[in-house]
Protein backbone atom coordinates (compact mmCIF):
# COMPACT_ATOMS: atom_id res chain seq x y z
CA UNK A 1 0.00 0.00 0.00
CA UNK A 2 1.08 3.47 -0.72
CA UNK A 3 0.39 6.67 0.47
CA UNK A 4 -1.11 9.37 -2.17
CA UNK A 5 -0.76 13.15 -2.28
CA UNK A 6 -4.06 14.59 -3.36
CA UNK A 7 -4.38 17.88 -4.81
CA UNK A 8 -7.39 20.15 -5.69
CA UNK A 9 -6.26 21.24 -8.76
CA UNK A 10 -7.51 25.02 -9.41
CA UNK A 11 -5.55 27.50 -7.05
CA UNK A 12 -2.57 25.31 -6.38
CA UNK A 13 -1.94 23.14 -9.99
CA UNK A 14 -3.47 25.81 -11.97
CA UNK A 15 -3.75 29.64 -11.77
CA UNK A 16 -7.29 30.91 -13.16
CA UNK A 17 -7.05 34.07 -16.08
CA UNK A 18 -8.56 37.31 -14.34
CA UNK A 19 -10.59 39.03 -16.67
CA UNK A 20 -11.58 36.49 -19.23
CA UNK A 21 -14.76 35.55 -19.90
CA UNK A 22 -16.22 31.90 -19.08
CA UNK A 23 -17.46 31.35 -21.90
CA UNK A 24 -14.07 31.33 -23.39
CA UNK A 25 -12.52 27.96 -24.07
CA UNK A 26 -11.62 26.78 -20.92
CA UNK A 27 -8.21 26.27 -21.90
CA UNK A 28 -7.91 30.06 -22.04
CA UNK A 29 -9.66 29.90 -18.72
CA UNK A 30 -6.52 28.97 -16.60
CA UNK A 31 -2.56 28.90 -16.65
CA UNK A 32 -0.67 25.88 -15.31
CA UNK A 33 1.27 27.10 -12.42
CA UNK A 34 4.68 26.25 -13.59
CA UNK A 35 5.83 27.71 -9.93
CA UNK A 36 4.33 24.91 -8.83
CA UNK A 37 6.06 21.79 -10.72
CA UNK A 38 9.46 21.51 -8.73
CA UNK A 39 7.34 21.00 -5.62
CA UNK A 40 5.21 18.70 -6.84
CA UNK A 41 7.97 17.12 -8.49
CA UNK A 42 9.51 16.27 -5.23
CA UNK A 43 6.93 14.80 -3.65
CA UNK A 44 6.91 12.02 -6.63
CA UNK A 45 10.55 11.33 -5.67
CA UNK A 46 9.44 10.77 -2.07
CA UNK A 47 7.45 7.80 -3.73
CA UNK A 48 3.76 9.27 -3.69
CA UNK A 49 1.24 8.48 -5.96
CA UNK A 50 0.08 12.07 -7.11
CA UNK A 51 -3.92 12.22 -7.69
CA UNK A 52 -6.03 15.45 -8.35
CA UNK A 53 -9.72 15.33 -7.09
CA UNK A 54 -11.67 18.11 -7.88
CA UNK A 55 -15.49 19.63 -8.19
CA UNK A 56 -16.32 20.23 -12.05
CA UNK A 57 -19.68 21.16 -11.53
CA UNK A 58 -19.43 23.52 -14.45
CA UNK A 59 -19.78 20.07 -16.80
CA UNK A 60 -23.52 19.51 -15.32
CA UNK A 61 -23.73 23.03 -15.64
CA UNK A 62 -22.94 22.84 -19.25
CA UNK A 63 -20.37 25.66 -19.36
CA UNK A 64 -17.19 23.19 -20.16
CA UNK A 65 -17.63 20.10 -22.21
CA UNK A 66 -16.07 16.81 -21.64
CA UNK A 67 -13.85 17.13 -24.18
CA UNK A 68 -11.92 20.76 -23.20
CA UNK A 69 -11.75 18.98 -19.74
CA UNK A 70 -9.82 15.71 -21.25
CA UNK A 71 -7.56 18.17 -23.04
CA UNK A 72 -6.78 20.08 -19.60
CA UNK A 73 -6.24 17.00 -18.21
CA UNK A 74 -3.65 16.30 -20.27
CA UNK A 75 -1.89 18.85 -19.83
CA UNK A 76 -2.12 18.40 -15.78
CA UNK A 77 -0.89 14.94 -16.35
CA UNK A 78 1.96 15.93 -18.15
CA UNK A 79 3.06 19.03 -16.65
CA UNK A 80 3.04 17.38 -13.53
CA UNK A 81 3.32 13.98 -14.14
CA UNK A 82 0.07 12.83 -12.14
CA UNK A 83 -0.98 9.23 -11.40
CA UNK A 84 -4.87 10.04 -11.85
CA UNK A 85 -7.72 12.49 -11.88
CA UNK A 86 -11.25 12.04 -10.30
CA UNK A 87 -13.85 14.40 -10.85
CA UNK A 88 -17.19 14.78 -9.50
CA UNK A 89 -18.87 16.19 -12.41
CA UNK A 90 -22.57 16.95 -10.05
CA UNK A 91 -23.85 19.95 -9.03
CA UNK A 92 -25.25 21.01 -5.59
CA UNK A 93 -28.77 19.66 -6.25
CA UNK A 94 -27.60 16.34 -7.34
CA UNK A 95 -26.64 15.12 -3.61
CA UNK A 96 -24.08 12.74 -4.69
CA UNK A 97 -21.62 11.02 -2.49
CA UNK A 98 -18.61 12.59 -4.62
CA UNK A 99 -18.88 16.16 -4.44
CA UNK A 100 -16.24 17.37 -1.96
CA UNK A 101 -16.61 18.52 1.09
CA UNK A 102 -18.06 14.72 0.53
CA UNK A 103 -15.03 11.92 0.70
CA UNK A 104 -16.15 9.95 -2.24
CA UNK A 105 -13.56 10.93 -4.71
CA UNK A 106 -11.21 9.89 -2.09
CA UNK A 107 -12.43 7.09 -1.62
CA UNK A 108 -12.95 5.73 -5.43
CA UNK A 109 -9.12 6.62 -5.63
CA UNK A 110 -7.99 4.71 -2.42
CA UNK A 111 -10.21 1.23 -3.65
CA UNK A 112 -8.16 1.84 -7.00
CA UNK A 113 -4.46 2.91 -6.27
CA UNK A 114 -4.66 0.52 -3.12
CA UNK A 115 -3.94 3.85 -1.01
CA UNK A 116 -2.68 4.16 2.30
CA UNK A 117 -4.95 6.61 3.87
CA UNK A 118 -3.22 7.39 7.07
CA UNK A 119 0.19 8.15 5.22
CA UNK A 120 -1.49 10.54 2.47
CA UNK A 121 -2.25 14.26 2.48
CA UNK A 122 -3.98 16.76 0.87
CA UNK A 123 -3.05 19.86 0.11
CA UNK A 124 -5.47 22.56 -1.59
CA UNK A 125 -6.76 26.19 -0.57
CA UNK A 126 -10.22 25.62 -0.18
CA UNK A 127 -12.18 24.02 3.43
CA UNK A 128 -13.85 21.14 1.40
CA UNK A 129 -10.40 19.12 0.96
CA UNK A 130 -10.09 19.43 4.38
CA UNK A 131 -13.02 18.18 5.43
CA UNK A 132 -12.96 15.16 2.91
CA UNK A 133 -9.45 14.59 4.44
CA UNK A 134 -10.51 14.49 8.06
CA UNK A 135 -13.28 11.82 7.26
CA UNK A 136 -10.71 9.17 5.52
CA UNK A 137 -7.77 9.77 7.84
CA UNK A 138 -5.56 12.12 5.84
CA UNK A 139 -3.54 14.95 6.82
CA UNK A 140 -5.01 18.07 5.82
CA UNK A 141 -2.23 20.56 4.71
CA UNK A 142 -4.27 23.80 3.22
CA UNK A 143 -2.24 26.72 1.67
CA UNK A 144 -3.34 30.04 3.23
CA UNK A 145 -6.01 31.80 1.02
CA UNK A 146 -9.53 33.43 1.52
CA UNK A 147 -11.14 29.73 0.98
CA UNK A 148 -10.30 27.80 3.90
CA UNK A 149 -12.71 28.49 5.92
CA UNK A 150 -13.08 27.03 9.41
CA UNK A 151 -13.41 23.49 9.31
CA UNK A 152 -10.58 21.60 11.43
CA UNK A 153 -7.08 21.23 8.98
CA UNK A 154 -4.28 19.81 10.10
CA UNK A 155 -1.63 22.74 9.25
CA UNK A 156 -2.27 25.69 7.35
CA UNK A 157 0.73 26.76 5.68
CA UNK A 158 1.66 29.94 3.37
CA UNK A 159 2.34 28.60 0.11
CA UNK A 160 3.16 25.06 -1.49
CA UNK A 161 6.76 25.12 -1.12
CA UNK A 162 6.14 25.04 2.60
CA UNK A 163 3.24 22.42 2.35
CA UNK A 164 5.56 20.04 0.39
CA UNK A 165 8.63 20.93 3.32
CA UNK A 166 6.59 20.07 5.95
CA UNK A 167 4.92 16.56 4.15
CA UNK A 168 8.10 15.80 3.12
CA UNK A 169 9.30 15.90 7.03
CA UNK A 170 6.42 13.87 8.69
CA UNK A 171 6.43 11.82 6.01
CA UNK A 172 10.76 10.60 6.63
CA UNK A 173 9.39 11.08 9.96
CA UNK A 174 6.75 8.54 9.97
CA UNK A 175 9.27 6.21 7.73
CA UNK A 176 11.54 6.26 10.53
CA UNK A 177 9.14 5.29 13.17
CA UNK A 178 7.81 2.46 11.35
CA UNK A 179 11.20 1.26 10.34
ZN1 LIG B 1 -20.48 13.93 -7.58
Do not use: Y
Amino acid sequence: MKPALFFEDVGVLTIPRQNISQSAPLADRFQVNHDAIASVRRLKAAGFILIVASNKPELSRGTISRRELDQAHGLLRQSFSLDDIFICPHDDADRCPCRKPRDGLFKEAAHKWHLEMERSFVISDKWQDAEAARSLGCTSVLLQSPTIGKVHRDFLVPNLEAAVDKILHLHGARQFTMA
